[in-house]
């Protein structure tokens, strides 16, 4: 039931993003990653 309820929740961030950002949630995540790594030098 959780997995259900999480897959539903990542499809929706992944479609909201997509749609405030234009960008594909594996690219997002991925700038996200970089930033973060950027931060930690």
Known sequence: ???VIGL???AFIA???KKQTGLHL???I???YQEH???KK
């Open 1 to 3: 039931m959780g997995t």
């Open 37 to 39: 790594e950027d931060s």
């Open 8 to 10: 539903v929740l990542l």
């Open 15 to 17: 479609y909201k993003v």
């Open 30 to 32: 991925e700038k996200k």
């Open 26 to 28: 594996h690219k997002w």
